[in-house]
């Protein structure tokens, strides 16, 4: 498993990389190499996601919800809040 500093600059840099496709696409919705990267980078950024939120508590709104279904525990403010060290 990796450390969290690590998972979380993983993620970051998935993001960033979704986030300007985003934005391409945005102006070039037919271009096949951005639209096959796309395709790829999301279920990856997903995954990790996921790891996440097993390790160290959801990250994001989408993370609260445990193996794809609904839960019956609000858990987004488990753990500790950014200001106890929950981000680091």
Known sequence: MKDRTSLLKEIDEISFTLNDLTLYL?????????????NAMAPRRAALLKEYAAAFGPLTID??????????????????APWEGGTL
């Open 26 to 38: 945005d102006t070039h919705p037919d271009c096949p190499e951005a639209i096959s990267y796309f």
């Open 63 to 80: 993370c609260i919800q445990q193996n794809g279904g609904l839960t019956d525990r609000f858990a987004w403010t488990d753990g500790p």
